[in-house]
């Protein structure tokens, strides 16, 4: 692998795989489930431990998978994992505990439609799930939300850049439709992975072993407190650091809101079909914006609140029943109306049927 940007046709799940190899991400720990299995098949076919030495390992199960994450993440190493919606279901008590604990990892969920076992087709049901915790107690994901196979390669730098910074599980969570399709990608040059040096520097909190930490305070790494006041201060921190996320790294992609009456609200792929639709009500007159969010957590909505001030309502469009839609309504506040429209269990939009719903609830 050469130290430069490449240029290459790829499948979202692949430009994971490479971007992953690329930001210098130290071990994988996965279990393959469709539509995001070409992950950990991309990183066996590269064999990246003859390169970089990074390690790829299929776990015997989902849970064995993010337990190794939390292992991995204890010791200050860049690590991930991937699945599918019920697979992520699975990992839902680690995810808890690596919060709890305030590791950094990244983790990929290329949705599925359900509940249950349901369908390998492209869902966004999985939003609630990502955005509000998923699993118990109080806690909080970084939540990066792609539209492109470019960008599935350009958030995996920054979901390991934030969940460093944070010391907080970042979550990609992208639809079906992102992971399987194909598209023209520039990947990242190599970073070198941390020595264990760097770890020593960059992560205090790290578990690096006997040798390495005999000059400072022992690292005991848990999520388990006995005592409910100590437990409670550090849900009070933990909640402090989620409001500073909020403050501080919210993204979003605006496009044609300045003139709007009606601003379309969508995630991943779903954003790329509103936006056709966004361009054929026009040419009908219908002035229509769209906003995409792309951190999903913290969300956008300071951004909604003051597009609420002037615009005359929003549709928000799912391949749900209807989740992301409750942010939408809270940041409006009452506003104006918020209307959904979404497809279930795996059927995607079109933009004719986007186009029709924003008429039908709006242009009367």
Request: charged residues 25%; glycine residues 8%; proline residues 6%.
């Amino acid at each position: 692998m050469e130290n430069k940007e490449e240029i290459r046709l790829m499948k979202g799940n692949e430009a994971i795989a490479e971007a992953a190899i690329r930001c210098g991400c130290d071990g994988y720990f996965g279990y393959p489930i469709t539509p995001q299995s070409e992950i950990m098949e991309t990183l066996m076919d590269i064999e990246p431990w003859k390169t970089t030495g990074m390690v790829v390992m299929q776990a015997e199960s989902e849970v064995a998978a993010i337990n190794m994450v939390y292992g991995g993440a204890g010791c200050g190493k860049r690590v991930m994992t991937s699945s599918s919606s019920p697979g992520i279901s699975l990992k839902q008590e680690g995810i808890s505990y690596i919060a709890a604990a305030e590791l950094p990892c990244v983790i990929v969920n290329v949705m599925r439609g359900g509940p249950g076992l349901g369908t390998i087709q492209p869902s966004q049901a999985d939003y609630f799930q990502s955005v509000k915790g998923g699993g118990h107690g109080d806690y909080r994901l970084i939540c990066l939300a792609p539209a492109s196979v470019q960008e599935m390669a350009d958030l995996m730098g920054m979901a390991f850049d934030l969940a460093f910074k944070y010391r907080n599980p970042a979550l990609i969570i992208a639809d079906g439709v992102i992971g399987q399709m194909m598209e023209k990608v520039v990947l990242p040059p190599q970073k070198p992975r941390f020595t264990e040096e760097e770890i020593i520097k960059l992560c205090p909190w790290a578990t690096v072993g006997k040798p390495e930490t005999r000059n400072r305070n022992q690292n005991v790494i848990t999520s388990l407190c006995m005592d409910p006041v100590e437990m409670e201060k550090i849900n009070e921190h933990l909640q402090e650091k989620y409001r500073s996320i909020e403050e501080n790294e919210v993204r979003f992609e605006e496009t044609n809101c300045e003139d709007a009456d009606y601003v379309i609200v969508a995630f991943g792929s779903v954003a790329r079909i509103s936006h056709k639709a966004m361009e054929m009500a026009r040419k009908h007159g219908i002035k229509v914006g769209l906003l995409r969010p792309i951190t999903l957590f913290p969300f956008p909505k300071k951004e909604i609140e003051r597009l609420a001030k002037r615009v005359k309502g929003f549709l928000t469009v799912e391949m749900s029943a209807g989740q992301m839609v409750e942010d939408v309504r809270l940041a409006v506040n009452g506003k104006v109306p918020v209307e959904f429209y979404g497809r279930l269990g795996g059927m995607v939009p079109s933009p004719d049927e986007v186009v029709e719903a924003l008429t039908s609830k709006f242009v009367k």
